[in-house]
């Protein structure tokens, strides 16, 4: 698929990984949908990276959580971009245990239900408002950004990292993922990139990495096959290769995370075993 001159819609490119996809995407000659809501600082930032009200890019404050503020945004990309070819579908509402605590704090009173709204619901309200211009375009693609923590949970050393509702709505994530590559087939394509411990979101650069011991961190990368975490902008790349290259790709869950899931057993030595070779090097007897 030839990118240059396409348009697409990124969420949470006000900062970490979202920000590495938009840098990624312009520089390939894509004019960009912005839409923030929160952390006003970055967004200004944003904004005047790519373009501000005046640039060839939309940059527009939309809570995605509301069906009608995200057909406003619609609206607005087809009055300002003239369609759409491809969604970033990043979007979400983190909550690491070590930071949060459990879900009875008075704290935390509405966290479980930030975490279905903003990581799964949210999601779901911006495809099906961006579907209706999707399918004006010959071709697109969708990327959904998802988790890990929908594989493992709270479990292991990462159970510091992964709320249960959190683990729970990316989940979700990958059955959506295979239900719009149906809806979106044979033009769309839809898939879907779950990662692991990645700078600025649960590695290091987030407030709850820091809270972590030394001891905690140093567990978290032995447990990962690479023994580090990814950057925001190997993302990219990843995403880029998902919009870009992967023509014959719908419906696929690309996992980078370093081989965290992969992490923490190791394959046994082989065993000298029990058979021995007849004279004729045929069938096998057991010694035994």
Do not use: C
């Not at 373009?51 to 995200?70: C, F, H, M």
């Not at 779901?124 to 209706?132: H, M, N, R, S």
């Not at 370093?258 to 190791?266: A, I, K, N, P, T």
């Amino acid at each position: 698929m030839n990118i240059a001159g396409k348009k697409a819609l990124v969420l949470g490119a006000s900062r970490g990984i979202g920000l590495a996809i938009a840098r990624t995407l312009a520089d390939q000659g894509v004019r960009l949908a912005l839409p923030w809501f929160d952390w006003p600082e970055s967004a200004a930032a944003m904004a005047q990276e790519f373009g501000g009200e005046t640039g060839d890019n939309l940059i527009i404050q939309v809570d995605l959580r509301k069906p009608d503020e995200t057909a406003g945004l619609m609206a607005a990309i087809e009055a300002r971009l003239g369609g759409l070819d491809i969604l970033i579908n990043n979007i979400e509402r983190g909550g690491m245990p070590i930071l949060h605590g459990g879900y009875h704090r008075e704290v935390n009173r509405e966290q479980w239900q930030l975490e279905m709204e903003t990581t799964l619901h949210a999601k779901w309200i911006v495809f099906e408002q961006a579907l209706p211009l999707l399918r004006r375009s010959p071709e697109a693609a969708v990327v959904n950004v998802s988790s890990i923590a929908g594989l493992i949970g709270r479990s292991g050393p990462a159970g510091l990292l992964f709320n249960d509702g959190y683990a729970a709505a990316n989940r979700g994530v990958s059955s959506l993922t295979e239900t719009w590559a149906r809806l979106g087939a044979p033009t769309i394509r839809v898939n879907e990139i779950m990662l692991g411990l990645i700078d600025q979101r649960h590695g290091p650069g987030t407030r709850g990495w820091g809270l972590l011991a030394e001891a905690q961190q140093r567990e978290l990368l032995d447990h990962t096959l690479l023994r580090r975490t990814g950057t925001p902008e190997e993302v990219a790349r990843a995403v880029l290769f998902l919009v870009r290259d992967a023509d014959f790709m719908t419906g696929t869950v690309l996992k980078m995370d370093g081989g965290y899931v992969l992490g923490g057993e190791q394959p046994a030595d082989m065993p000298e075993g029990m058979l021995e070779a007849n004279e004729t090097g045929g069938e096998r007897r057991s010694v035994l």
